[in-house]
């Protein structure tokens, strides 16, 4: 008990306990954590037997969402759009992401490597998109060296 009520020992004793506390929060991700990266969008269907692809659209369409809370919109490689986002729970396991400069709002689940999206008002509509694989800093560096 003494070792705990000495001063020298108060500061190291507080900076590892700050540090844990910390370092535990950083395993559980926030729920922003989960969208960040680099989706690719697979298809979208409504409650009819309408469903798009990006075969029978004939466009490939990304969406980025970064640490920052912007997502950034692409289609066949070109920026379309950006907006700043937000995410925030309904109830346990419903998130809603909220974009600034939208009217809508999209529900979302992450399962794997695979992106949900629901839009919030209208036609119910579902859209599911796959992670694209992360581009590593070192490719880039090697790559530019060349």
């Not at 926030?30 to 989706?39: A, D, F, I, K």
């Not at 009819?48 to 969406?63: F, I, K, R």
Request: charged share 15%; aromatic share 10%; hydrophobic share 35%.
């Amino acid at each position: 008990m003494y070792f705990f009520t000495r001063p020298q020992y108060l500061a190291p004793l507080l900076a590892v306990s700050l540090l844990s506390a910390a370092c535990s929060r950083d395993s559980m991700p926030p729920m922003e954590q989960q969208l960040v990266g680099r989706w690719e969008w697979q298809q979208s269907s409504t409650g009819s037997a309408d469903v798009l692809t990006p075969a029978t659209t004939g466009h490939e369409v990304v969406v980025e969402f970064d640490r920052r809370g912007r997502a950034m919109f692409y289609q066949d490689g070109a920026l379309q759009s950006a907006a700043a986002f937000s995410v925030r729970q309904q109830r346990p396991g419903r998130h809603i992401i909220q974009y600034r400069g939208y009217a809508g709002s999209q529900y979302y689940t992450v399962s794997g490597n695979v992106l949900y999206l629901q839009e919030m008002k209208g036609q119910t509509t579902r859209h599911s998109y796959v992670r694209l694989p992360a581009v590593h800093s070192t490719a880039t560096a090697s790559s530019s060296a060349l």
